[in-house]
């Protein structure tokens, strides 16, 4: 690890996006209508209008090239859902690779980003099937993943019974 004033972040990581990619995932979607698998860079781009659909604004490419592509920790490890019959993109999960510490030791982790659904599929539970299969893959499992989730989010984790996974505020 390369001096960084101090700081418990390296100045510099390589990037383990490609064995994320690839490394196996022992669960299937639960949902027929879908795939759920890893995205590659090449389909990013599908995503940034999935997430402009589901938000009703587009977003500035170069913030979401930024943030997908150009994060210095990393490429995004992004979730999709592919409706099976049609190949169309219907649902995004995005978590950008970011560092926390805990004092001067530094945590693997990555902020919760863009969850995106399709009109159309929304209120149907897409994200939240797909929950067991990203948390079945071995980097998901080795991370700390935090983020600033906005109201509706936080209360569709506990609707899924999943609020045991809050562990609290961080500070701005």
């Given at each position: 690890?390369?001096?960084?004033?101090?700081?418990?972040?390296?100045?510099?990581?390589?990037?383990?996006?490609?064995?994320?990619?690839?490394?196996?995932?022992?669960?299937?979607?639960?949902?027929?209508?879908?795939?759920?698998?890893?995205?590659?860079?090449?389909e990013f781009e599908r995503i940034y209008d999935l997430v402009d659909e589901a938000f009703g604004f587009r977003r500035s490419r170069?913030?979401?090239?930024?943030?997908?592509?150009?994060?210095?920790?990393?490429?995004?490890?992004?979730?999709?859902?592919?409706?099976?019959?049609?190949?169309?993109?219907?649902?995004?999960?995005?978590?950008?690779?970011?560092?926390?510490?805990?004092?001067?030791?530094?945590?693997?982790?990555?902020?919760?980003?863009?969850?995106?659904?399709?009109?159309?599929?929304?209120?149907?539970?897409?994200?939240?099937?797909?929950?067991?299969?990203?948390?079945?893959?071995?980097?998901?499992?080795?991370?700390?993943?935090?983020?600033?989730?906005?109201?509706a989010s936080r209360r569709r984790v506990r609707k899924a019974a999943k609020d045991h996974r809050f562990v609290g505020t961080l500070?701005?």
């Open positions: 690890m390369a001096d960084s004033g101090g700081s418990p972040f390296p100045s510099y990581r390589p990037d383990e996006f490609q064995e994320w990619l690839q490394a196996p995932v022992p669960v299937v979607s639960p949902d027929p209508r879908i795939e759920v698998r890893q995205a590659r860079p090449s170069a913030l979401s090239q930024w943030l997908y592509r150009d994060n210095p920790y990393g490429v995004a490890r992004c979730w999709i859902s592919v409706e099976r019959a049609t190949g169309r993109l219907v649902g995004s999960v995005a978590n950008w690779p970011w560092p926390l510490a805990r004092g001067m030791r530094p945590l693997p982790a990555a902020q919760g980003g863009d969850a995106a659904v399709a009109p159309g599929w929304q209120r149907q539970r897409l994200n939240e099937r797909a929950v067991d299969i990203r948390d079945a893959h071995p980097w998901t499992r080795s991370i700390v993943i935090y983020g600033w989730p906005n109201a500070r701005r």
